[in-house]
Every structure is written in C-alpha cells, then in structure tokens.
C-alpha cells in the first residue's frame, strides 16, 4: 500500500487543531463501559512520534510542553504556509510583520521580537528537517508536502540552541518512499484564488530514492486601487499597480534518499520560493490632530511641488477595513529562496550519528506606501541579500541496559546579511539612504543525558554552551531635508566592517527535568530551562553624536551592543491519555523570568527605525490546556485554552531626561492574556462510494499590544499603547471533503471551505510613527471572508 493510501486511511479520526494533537485511526470496535483491557487500550486515539527531543518519542511521553501535528490535519485544513500554523499550540500566535506577506512575528508565552530587520534575532527558533531558519524575513513560504509540524513551548536552548528563548518550530517534510505514488490538487475561491499543488514519489531506482513537490498560487488583490484624487502629487514613484494585498507565490522541493550501506543513509533536500507580489495596504486609521504631517502639504511648504493644495491628511483615515484605496507610490513585495541540506545518518548499533550541513540563500525586496494614503508621507524600500551556512554532528544512543538515553553534538553556524533602506517623506521634503549589514559566526556543543533511575522515574540534565562573534556595517546618508536646511547629500555615519569592536557573547544554558509515569496514561514532570537570545548591533539605528574616546565612530548604539535576553523558565505538567484511549488531557503551568528583555521601540525622527531597549526584568506567568477526545468513531473533539499573565518588574526609561523605572506604565507586546481554540472532525458517511467528513475550527485571541509603549501619557500626542493595541479576533474556518472517491483506479476529493466565517475585521497590527509624524497609525487587517473548491486526486 502507498503511503498516500495509507494517510487516507488514518484520515478519517485525525484529531483537529491547536494542542497536542495525533492522527487517530478508525476504531477497531465500541468501547464498553467496563473497565479498559489492553485491547481497548490500542484502540482510540493513535500517537505521534516526534524527534522534538533529537530521537524518535511518543508525543505524550516527551517531558517539556510540545503540540504536534500530523499530515493528515495539516491536509483537511489546508495548511500550505507557515502563517496558518498560529493556533496548532496553545500561547502561539503568528503575525505578519506589517506591511508584508513573508516576514512573520512569532510569539510563544508572551516572547516576540517586533522588528523584522535582518540584524535582529527572532525569539523562537524555526527549523525546517533540522536546519536552522535564522531570519523573519522570508519566513513565511510555502511547504507542499509535510509529515508534521512539532511546536515546543518554552526555552529550548539546549538542543537547539541560539534564538530559541520562547520556544521552537519544527517542520518534517516527508521523505521520499521509494514507491510509486503522489498526489495533485488544484484550488479555486475567492478573489480569483487559484492554487496549484502536487507530490511525486518516484520507484527506488537502486540506491536511490526520489520525491519532487511543489505548488503555485495566485490571487487577485484584496484591496482596489483607484486613481489618485489629489492634483500634482509629487509621488516617490508612479504607482503601478490596481490593487493590493495580492499573492503570487510558488514553491518547489527535491528530495533523494540514497542508501550508502545498510547502515548509512543520505538525504539531500533542495528548496526553493518565490513570491512577487502587492504588500498589504497600510491602511490609515487616525492622524493626531495635534500633530504637524497637515502643514506638510502646504502649497508654501519646502518641498512640495508648486500648484500644490492643502489636502489635511485626517481626509483619508478610516477605523475599518477599506475594499478601495488611493496612494501615490509603487509598492511591491518580492523574495526569492533557497536551500541545500544533506543529512548523513549512520546508525552503528549502540549509537546513532548524524551529520546536518546546510546552506540557506534569501533575496528580499519590497517597497511600501507606508501611510496607504494618496499624499506621499512615508515611501520607504528594503532591499535585502542574505547567506546562511550550518553545520551540526550529532551523536544519539542508548546505554546501561537502554535506561540511559544521550545525545551529543556540535554546532557551527555562519551568516552574512545586507539591508539597503531608501526612505522619502513628505514629498520629497526628505530623502535619505540608509545601509546596515552585519557578519556573525556562532559554534555551540551541548548534550543531554536520559537517566531512568527508578521504574517510571527519569531525570534529564542537558547543557549547551555558546560562542557567538558579530560586527557591523552602518551607512546613512541625508540626500535632502528641507526642514534642516541640508539641500545637498551630507554623509552622517559610514562605519564599515571592524570600525567598531565586535560584539562577541558566550552563554551556558542548562536543563534539569524530572519526569515520573504515575501510570501507562498518566505522566508527571517538573523543568527548568534556560533560555538565551543574542544581543547585538542595531543597524538601523539614527542616534549619532560627535566622536568620543569611547566611540570614535559617533555611533552610540553601535558602540555599545544591546545585551543578550536571558529567561530562567520554571514548568509543571502533566499528560494523560484515558477513558479507553479516548481522551487525551495535558495541562502546563510555567513561570518564567526575563532579564534585559530586548524590545523595539518605534521612532520616526529623520528617518523611519527602532531603538533597542532592554527592559530589564519581566515576569511571565501562564497555564496552558490541551485535550483531544474521540467519543465515538465518528467523531473527534479537541480544544485548547491558554492564559498568560505578563509582568514587568523592571524598565528603565528616560522621563523627563532622568532614568526612571516605569515597569508600571509599559504595556507588553503580542502578549494577549487569553487564547483558545477547538475543532471538530465529524464522519457523516461512508461507503463503497467513498467518505464524507466535516470540519470545524474556531479560534480566539484577546485584546493585545503591538507596541511597549506608555499605558498612561502626560499628552495626547504621545505615543500611548492603546493606540496601536488589537481587539483581538475570533476566527471560524468550516471545510466539508468527499474523500476516497473512487475513479480510474485513484482516489479522488472534493472540498468545499470557507475561510474567516463571520467576517472578523479589527486589525491584527500596526505601525504607530509616533508624535513626529503627527501621530499618524497605519493598520492592518486579517483576510475576509473567502470561500473555495478543492479537488485532488491520490495515487
């Protein structure tokens, strides 16, 4: 039996989305009301393996908090990109970095890095088959073909290491079987949304093993764009484009497994995407009345074209979501990625080795109407080349009559990163040019032991020590700024490579678990973890000042590195699988404390950037509920509810130009105190015909910040974090498929969904300028209601 046949097989009690979720294959026979006997026990609910821990484990048997799920979810819901992952965990939340469709904001308990530049570093680690995604820009891409995605909540530095402060996502991709098989699928819904997708898994030809995947897609914008209405605009570039939010995007993989020897096996994966598209539309949701972006566009303003009108910028500021819209420049979004990975695995008997070395190309362009309006306010463009290279030899194994499990390694990681970020405002009243680039090497060794020292008790220690090397490259250059006088280019700072010192860190981040097997359903554990993410260079930074003994370059931030975040992460858990296999129960509670935690603080001065902050100490707090229940054949049931409490104890600001601790008045970004979802897998029929099955997901987010701004102002022009704060959103996604339709010796699906049911429409993020631009704030919202056809045919 292919593989493609035996997931359709599996398909029909998968359980549904957002917690620790399994395939659950049909029922064998009822359950009876007496007691389970061991036979019931394997019925039920089934189980997913997972490598989350570097080998091959029951997912409620591994001690740390962990959701997984399986391809069999992952094809019913139609998940093809990693911005659809957001509710599979409970206190994940994924977002689109404003602006943009590929860079993403991944929070787990209450951790997010906000600012997308190419010298931050996420909070969670991304991983693609063990390779390293070290980058938000380009994040968001499409995967045609995967086994599983595992997310793992909490520090996770010992096995993964750098960047994995909140947590880590893994996606598996499916390896190449050696049967003949595959799968193609075509999509057609709203907007024009057409959506190509196909696996082929190739006949072990020798050695070797070969499987291509990949998908297309394409859709009409979301937003109309409309001739502009304001005479004599001196637009930063004509527009050229009728509508926004667009998506053409595709993907393609190539996998070969080759069997070296009984015991050896390669894998070579190379990937690649590419999307060229509109961004989303900044859309204008308010403009302080205090503030000054008005005179601007004044005809006897410096700057602006002459014939010019007064046009107040309030004219074009909408709370809700817009269908048409008007700006004045030409905006587009394109990346362009690659990988090559080889994995070498020797399995040697009493111990496994691997070898992981990757390489990792990112092209990324985009150019934004930032204030999404017909004036030319904000107009700015990142233009990005980026190269990653990894290396990673592990050692995984049993011993001492296979109650000590271990698993050893080394790591080396490598990346170069250019950034160019032209800028214009105010109709050209200021042009700048701005360039940051950064190098930084990293080598890493950890290990963790498994020791099994009572019957059912097992304590776990892991250490992971770090190296990490980083310098900088900073260029900005003022072309024009007619509020400062300076009508000819002036170069205010070009640091290159080794002008300021490098920043150079090195951390030790251990792990104690101890785990106990109340019962073959029931397990208890208590961890600590430490977590660490790198500081670094801020290379957007505008804050320069005369040179100095200390600093000769002028560049303050650049001469002194934000510190690394560090968080010591205290969790109790509990996992249960009961009621004859049916239910499945976890609960987590976690305590974790942050110091220097690294926050981006919005400015617009001369030039859009963000200054680093760290904020000293926080405290964040949460519970965390997973549970999968199968009633009956028919039917699975799963939910989860996540509460966070976050706290700052500690955040130095200046007030007034004295340092002050204004923990109290600091709100905490993409931290929502509730977030919950459930679903529903219901099987109506079946028969020689094929099967019908339903699904139904509801997911919901409470109200958050998007910025650690003030809660209080002494102004109203200050920026205030109720301003760019979410309401949250409550999501509802039905899907009905007619699967195992048989026709010409395959298996054919059709599926009818709607995407976003009762049409949520408060703006997921925003971008807040701040007084300087008039309190001007642009938001952004998550897709409407769509609806669609599937059709797929296995083999």
């Known amino acids: 039996m292919s593989r493609f046949r035996a997931a359709s097989a599996l398909a029909s009690g998968m359980s549904a989305a957002s917690m620790t979720i399994v395939a659950a294959p049909a029922f064998a026979q009822e359950v009876a009301a007496t ?8 019925i039920g609910i089934g189980d997913i393996v997972v490598t989350a821990q570097k080998r091959s484990e029951n997912v409620q048997n591994v001690p740390i908090a962990i959701s997984a799920v399986s391809s069999a ?5 139609g998940v093809d990109s990693i911005d659809k992952l957001g509710t599979i965990a409970p206190n994940m939340k994924i977002e689109r970095a404003p602006g943009s469709k590929t860079v993403s904001q991944i929070s787990i308990r209450g951790s997010v890095t906000i600012n997308p530049a190419i010298t931050w570093e996420p909070a969670v680690g991304l991983y693609m088959d063990g390779v390293y995604i070290a980058k938000a820009q380009g994040s968001i891409f499409d995967i045609a073909d995967l086994e599983r995605v595992e997310v793992l909540r909490g520090p996770q530095g010992t096995l993964y290491g750098r960047n994995a402060l909140a947590g880590a996502v893994n996606l598996i991709t499916r390896k190449p079987s050696g049967e003949l098989g595959g799968t193609a699928e075509f999509t057609y819904g709203s907007f024009d949304e057409v959506k190509f997708r196909g696996v082929l898994d190739l006949p072990k030809l020798g050695i070797f093993s070969v499987k291509l995947s990949g998908q297309y897609r394409s859709r009409g914008g979301l937003i ?3 001739p502009n209405p304001v005479p004599n605009v001196p637009a930063a570039q004509a527009p050229k484009v009728d509508e926004a939010d667009t998506i053409n995007s595709g993907s393609f993989m190539v996998q070969v497994r080759a069997e070296l020897a009984e015991n050896i096996t390669a894998d070579y994966t190379f990937d690649y995407s590419r999307s060229k598209q509109q961004p ?21 303003s410096p700057g602006y074209a002459s014939g010019g009108a007064y046009f107040p910028l309030n004219l074009y500021t909408d709370p809700k979501r817009v269908t048409t819209a008007s700006i004045d420049a030409d905006v587009y979004e394109k990346t362009r990625s690659y990988g090559h990975a080889l994995t070498l695995t020797g399995d040697f008997g009493g111990a496994t080795v691997k070898s992981t070395t990757a390489y990792r190309n990112l092209k990324y362009s985009d150019g934004l109407d930032l204030d999404g309006s017909p004036l030319p306010v904000a107009y700015t463009q990142r233009i990005t080349d980026y190269h990653a290279f990894s290396q990673e030899l592990q050692v995984t194994g049993k011993a001492i009559s296979d109650k000590l499990s271990y698993a050893a390694g080394a790591f080396y990681f490598t990346e170069k990163a250019e950034t160019a970020n032209p800028q214009s405002y105010f109709g050209g009243a200021t042009d700048l040019d701005s360039e940051y680039g950064s190098h930084t090497k990293a080598l890493a060794l950890y290990t963790q032991l498994d020791y099994e020292f009572l019957q059912g008790l097992k304590l776990t220690l892991g250490a992971r020590y770090t190296h990490e090397r980083k310098d ?17 280019p002036l170069v205010v700072a070009d640091i290159g490579y080794g002008d300021v010192p490098d920043a150079k860190y090195n951390s030790f981040t251990p792990a104690v678990t101890l785990g106990y097997e109340l019962t073959d359903q029931v397990n208890v554990y208590a961890r600590y973890a430490k977590g660490f993410k790198s500081g670094g260079f801020n290379g957007e930074t505008n804050v320069f000042v005369a040179p100095t003994a200390d600093c000769p370059s002028g560049a ?3 001469c002194n590195p934000y510190k690394p975040e560090t968080v010591d992460s205290y969790e109790l858990g509990i996992k249960t699988k ?12 976690f305590r974790d404390e942050h110091k220097n935690m690294q926050l981006a603080i919005f400015t617009a001065g001369t030039g859009a950037a963000s200054i680093v902050r760290n904020a000293g100490a926080a405290r964040i707090q949460g519970l965390e509920f997973e549970t999968v229940f199968h009633p ?3 039917l699975t049931l799963n939910g989860s509810l996540a509460l966070l409490d976050p706290k700052y104890k500690r955040f130095m600001d200046l007030v007034n130009g004295v340092e002050t601790n204004v923990a109290d008045n600091r709100a905490f970004p993409h931290a929502p105190k509730v977030t919950a979802s459930g679903g529903a897998d219901l099987k109506v029929a079946q028969g020689d015909w094929g099967k019908l099955n339903l699904y139904a997901d509801v997911s919901y987010v409470a109200k958050y910040y998007t910025y650690p701004y003030a809660l209080a102002t002494a102004a109203p022009s200050d920026q205030n974090a109720h301003t760019s704060q979410s309401k949250g959103r409550t999501i509802v996604n039905l899907r009905a498929s007619l699967t195992q339709l048989p026709l010409l010796g395959a298996e054919t699906e059709l599926s009818l969904f709607v995407r976003n049911l009762t049409r949520e429409a408060s703006p997921t993020n925003f971008i807040d300028f701040g007084p300087s631009f008039g309190g001007m704030v642009a938001g952004y919202f998550p897709e409407p209601r769509t609806f669609g056809v599937t059709v797929g045919v296995k083999f």
């Open 35 to 42: 007691p389970p006997s061991k036979q019931d026990l394997e």
């Open 73 to 77: 979810y992952l094809e019913s819901r």
């Open 224 to 226: 109309d764009i409309v």
């Open 280 to 300: 989303q539309l900044s859309q204008l949701l308010q403009v302080n009345e205090n503030g000054d972006p008005r005179d601007i566009f004044d005809p006897n």
């Open 472 to 488: 900088i490259r900073r260029f900005f250059r003022i072309n024009y700024d007619a509020a400062s006088g300076i009508t000819s």
């Open 556 to 558: 303050t931030e650049l």
């Open 578 to 589: 009961t009621f004859g296999n049916r239910l499945i129960f976890n609960v987590s509670a």
């Open 632 to 634: 009956f054949d028919a």
